[in-house]
């Protein structure tokens, strides 16, 4: 367990639907960053959000939107989905909130979305 | 704009034999680079950090300025490296800038 958490762990919807992922970072972290990884493109950064704000931004759609809330948890919204959008959604985390050291990134296990 | 480029979309080694995973940067700072691994499509585990300077695995990889290159390299292959490797790029290793990935490059190792 890398002390990141990310629910579901699977997720089959139909395209137009509306999603939510939610990633719980490790224990004390500041750091949450997006990833989507599909076979054809790769791992795409896609935002991250630094102790409740948004810090940088990737290739993340419109459609596409980001929170991180108080307890430092986020959820990643996706709408309108596509087939296309059938990917796996990885979020990683980092800094250390104790010592403010950038310490290096740990991944969750990913939210595995089957759009049909 | 930081771009990784891992040349080899797969890497076939027999087992016992040295393994070289190239990675090539372009970026003007000074980043921090990574290496992770991937076993089917699992989670990213972190391998190596250029500036701990640490072997995992038996892997090391050596962060070349001149080349601006961060390979990864094991001198005996063993069965169980077989997984896809990530190399990554963070602009400000004081900050904790978003990780930028390559394509990856799956090794496969036979007996």
């Known amino acids: 367990d890398s002390g990141v958490t990310q629910t579901p762990k699977h997720l089959i919807t139909a395209t137009g639907q509306r999603v939510t992922l939610r990633c719980s970072p490790r224990s004390g972290d500041l750091s949450v960053y997006w990833y989507q990884q599909s076979l054809d493109q790769g791992l795409q950064f896609l935002i991250h959000y630094y102790n409740g704000e948004e810090r940088a931004k990737g290739n993340i759609l419109e459609r596409f939107s980001a929170q991180q809330f108080p307890d430092l948890h986020s959820e990643l919204n996706l709408s309108s989905l596509e087939l296309g959008d059938s990917a796996l959604y990885f979020c990683?985390?980092?800094?250390?909130?104790?010592?403010?050291?950038?310490?290096?990134?740990?991944f969750g296990s990913g939210t595995r979305l089957t759009v049909v | 704009a930081q771009r990784v480029t891992q040349p080899e979309k797969l890497l076939s080694v027999f087992k016992g034999a040295p393994v070289e995973l190239k990675c090539n940067y372009s970026y003007s700072g000074s980043p921090e680079l990574f290496w992770y691994v991937q076993y089917s499509r699992q989670r990213l585990q972190l391998l190596l950090r250029?500036?701990s300077r640490e072997s995992i695995k038996g892997f090391t990889a050596d962060l070349n300025k001149g080349e601006t290159s961060f390979h990864l390299k094991k001198p005996f292959a063993q069965e169980e490296d077989s997984a896809m490797y990530y190399c990554?790029?963070?602009?400000?290793?004081?900050?904790?800038?978003?990780?930028?990935f390559g394509k990856g490059t799956t090794l496969s190792v036979s007996s």
């Open positions: 990554a790029l963070s602009e400000d290793r004081e900050a904790g800038t978003a990780l930028i």
């Open positions: 250029h500036i």
């Open positions: 990683a985390s980092s800094v250390d909130s104790r010592t403010g050291d950038h310490y290096g990134y740990t």
